[in-house]
């Protein structure tokens, strides 16, 4: 797990991914309360807890996996920090996210349940890459693909990367084990969906207001004007 990878879990639909860094991330999780991760050196990772921009708790850890896990866990989005314990990091409709021990594990929900129920693989580097560059809407197009080519059928390009059985029934117990966890998710992406979609389809609501300013400032401004022209004129008539 890496730094980007904290920015696709807590944003996931996020497309503003140029300013992240590599080696320091901050979240501010509430109204007093804030948490980052920043890079000393490949040995070194300080999570910094901050209450009212004040640094209240430093820790430091030797990598940067250890480092991520301990940052999601002090804000509540995992469940637990242990790397041997799968947890999940993102979910979906048709499809759930889990990590153990920096390793990705996809599962996918059906659309033919006659056919078969679920089915999970570990994703590997370059589904990996996609994912940290695209987000949700790599998983989502994943999971279609997956789906669409049966993946119980040997035919399928996926059919050899299915989990052990082992593996397939840890991922059922923790599934069943984090299923508040998802709710979270949905409403963070949904909320971070409508953000990011105001912003690419709707630029000029975010110079709207000080157009308005303008005019009205302008418009009250001539309607003071009107009032003196008309209230002088009317009293030079008179003398």
Not at 98 to 123: D, M, V, W
Not at 159 to 172: A, I, T
Not at 203 to 221: C, D, F, V, Y
Request: charged letters at 25%.
């Amino acid at each position: 797990m890496k730094i980007i990878d904290l920015q696709r879990i807590l944003y996931p639909m996020s497309t503003c991914l140029k300013t992240v860094r590599d080696d320091y991330f901050y979240f501010g999780y509430s109204f007093d309360l804030a948490i980052s991760i920043k890079k000393i050196s490949d040995e070194k990772w300080e999570l910094n807890t901050y209450e009212r921009s004040v640094l209240t708790n430093q820790e430091v850890y030797s990598n940067e996996y250890i480092s991520c896990l301990k940052f999601l866990y002090h804000i509540n989005v995992v469940s637990t920090d242990d790397p041997n314990i799968m947890k999940l990091i993102d979910y979906s409709e048709n499809w759930e996210l889990f990590e153990k021990n920096n390793g990705f594990y996809f599962c996918i929900q059906s659309s033919k349940p006659y056919l078969y129920r679920t089915f999970s693989i570990i994703l590997n580097s370059e589904e990996l890459e996609k994912y940290r560059l695209q987000g949700r809407k790599f998983l989502s197009l994943l999971q279609f693909e997956i789906d669409a080519s049966i993946p119980t059928k040997t035919s399928s390009n996926y059919h050899n990367r299915k989990v052990n059985d082992d593996l397939e029934k840890e991922l059922y117990y923790a599934s069943s084990d984090e299923y508040d966890l998802r709710v979270n998710y949905e409403d963070n992406s949904n909320l971070i969906g409508n953000y990011e979609a105001s912003k690419n389809h709707s630029p000029e609501l975010w110079q709207e207001p000080h157009k308005n300013g303008a005019k009205i400032i302008i418009t009250i401004l001539g309607l003071i004007l009107l009032f003196y022209i008309i209230f002088f004129g009317s009293f030079a008539l008179r003398n």
